[in-house]
């Protein structure tokens, strides 16, 4: 089984510049979240979907971040404009579907984002 | 304001010998808790997990322990392996229906040969 595909791997931008990250989940998972794990945090979830509708975005930076996910399967983070906090590594899971269980959260090896 | 801490960085054993990483989380609703393994340049994979009627949970090497009174729970690797070398956060669910996550800021756990 193909594990959850993320790319690119790695990013050099300027700050002001925009972004964007590409996820794809593993195959029939419903439950797509994105994640931003700044170095010596834990990951901070940003953004949930459940198919292709929002469970939760509470805490996503929505005056410069924005995803969406179209047609339930792969996703998309960008970021327009980049500040130099931005800098971090850019998480993508999934699971099967809300309810299943947690514990189930399958991360993808995630972007690195640095912001000069 | 921290819900989940993990207060120790970093953590040094000799291969063969016990591991102990600890956790602490400020809110005694919380009932389902969980341990991410994370090597460098690869995303978090699950390793276990506990839920709040239990205060024990095994799998092979690994065994958390939960003190709720304590709101304290703790990974227990027994024997350290050098390929269990890797950062290990623990994780909380804070909301049931939305399996929304809270993790720890991590324990770099290092096994020596």
């Known amino acids: 089984e193909a594990g959850v595909a993320q790319s690119p791997r790695y990013k050099i931008i300027e700050k002001r510049q925009s972004v964007a990250f590409w996820c794809n989940p593993i195959s029939g998972h419903a439950t797509l979240y994105w994640y931003q794990q700044i170095l010596g945090q834990g990951p901070k979830l940003l953004i949930q979907f459940q198919n292709n509708g929002v469970v939760d975005d509470s805490q996503l930076p929505k005056d410069r971040f924005s995803a969406e996910r179209l047609k339930g399967v792969d996703s998309t983070l960008k970021i327009q404009p980049a500040k130099l906090e931005d800098s971090a590594v850019y998480l993508c899971a999934s699971s099967l579907h809300l309810g299943q269980g947690v514990g189930t959260q399958y991360f993808g090896p995630g972007t690195r984002l640095l912001v000069l | ?113």
């Open chain 2, 1 to 113: 304001d921290q819900q989940v801490k993990q207060n120790s960085p970093s953590l040094s054993v000799q291969e063969g010998r016990i591991s102990i990483l600890n956790c602490d989380y400020t809110n005694s609703m919380f009932d389902y808790f969980l341990w991410y393994k994370k090597y460098p340049a690869e995303g978090p994979t699950f390793l276990i997990s506990i839920s709040s009627i239990k205060d024990k949970n095994e799998d092979g090497r690994f065994t958390v322990f939960l003190n709720k009174s304590a709101k304290h729970l703790s990974l227990h690797i027994v024997p350290s392996q050098p390929g269990d070398s890797a950062v290990y956060f623990c994780a909380v669910v804070t909301q049931g229906g939305s399996e929304k996550l809270v993790f720890g800021k991590g324990t770099k756990l290092t096994v020596n040969p």
